[in-house]
C-alpha cells in the first residue's frame, strides 16, 4: 500500500513539473493579452457617469425618477437609445401613466405607450398601466419596427405607430401617422442636443482636464 502511494505521489510530482511550464506561460499570455486594469476602471467608471448623465436628463424631460431608471433598463433590455424610448412615449402619451385613448373602432390604448388592450388580453387591464410592464411591451413592438426599418427612423415609427409592416409599402402616411413621427423626431432631437451640452460643459468629467 505504502509502494503504491509512493508511486501515485510520484507520478503526480511527474505532473505537475511536466505541465508547470506550459501553465506559467498560459498565465503570462494572459496577463500580457489582458487590459491594464487602470483601463478597466477608467472605462467602467466613465460608463456610471454617462450612466447619470443619462439618468439626469431623462428626469428633466420626464419629471419622474422612477420612469428615467426604467428607460434605461428597458432600453438595455431590447437595445433600444434610452432618449428614443422616451421621445416615443413622449408623443405617445406625454408621460401620463395612466392615460385611456379609444379609437374609432372601440379598441382602448392604455398607459404609457399606448399598448392595445386587445393585443395583451392575458394581462389584467390595471397590470398594463403598470410602468415596468407597459413600457416593456412597448418596448418589445418598437424594437419589432426598428429591426424591420434597419435604421430608418421614418420607416420604423410608420410601422411601430400603424402596428403594421404592411401600411409604410401600401399606402401613404397618414396626417396622423406624420404628426406622430415629427414629434418624435423633434423631440429625440432635442434631447441628444442637452446631453452634447452637458458633455461639452462638462468635458472633465469624462477625458479630464483640457
Do not use: W
Not at 66 to 83: N, Q, S, T, W
Not at 157 to 180: C, E, I, M, R, W
Amino acid at each position: 500500500m505504502k509502494q503504491f502511494m509512493y508511486n501515485v505521489s510520484e507520478f503526480g510530482k511527474r505532473i505537475v513539473l511536466t505541465f508547470t511550464p506550459f501553465l506559467v506561460y498560459y498565465v503570462a499570455v494572459l496577463i500580457l493579452l489582458a487590459p491594464p486594469m487602470s483601463d478597466l476602471l477608467s472605462d467602467f467608471n466613465e460608463q456610471r457617469i454617462k450612466t447619470a448623465i443619462t439618468k439626469k436628463i431623462l428626469v428633466k424631460y420626464c419629471s419622474d425618477k422612477k420612469m428615467a431608471e426604467l428607460f434605461i433598463k428597458v432600453g438595455r433590455l431590447y437595445d433600444i437609445d434610452p432618449f428614443f424610448l422616451c421621445s416615443v412615449v413622449s408623443a405617445n402619451s406625454n408621460f401620463e401613466v395612466n392615460k385611456i385613448t379609444e379609437g374609432e373602432d372601440g379598441a382602448k390604448f392604455l398607459g404609457l405607450m399606448q399598448i392595445n388592450a386587445a393585443d395583451y388580453s392575458k394581462y389584467q387591464q390595471k397590470n398594463l398601466f403598470d410602468l415596468e410592464i407597459n413600457l416593456k411591451l412597448g418596448a418589445m413592438e418598437l424594437r419589432r419596427a426598428m429591426d424591420y426599418g434597419k435604421g430608418n427612423m421614418i420607416k420604423t415609427l410608420a410601422v411601430y405607430y400603424s402596428d403594421s409592416v404592411d401600411l409604410p409599402n401600401t399606402k401613404k402616411y397618414g396626417q396622423s401617422t406624420l404628426d406622430f413621427i415629427e414629434h418624435v423626431r423633434k423631440f429625440y432631437s432635442d434631447i441628444q442636443r442637452t446631453q452634447k451640452l452637458y458633455i461639452q460643459e462638462n468635458y472633465d468629467l469624462f477625458y479630464g482636464e483640457k
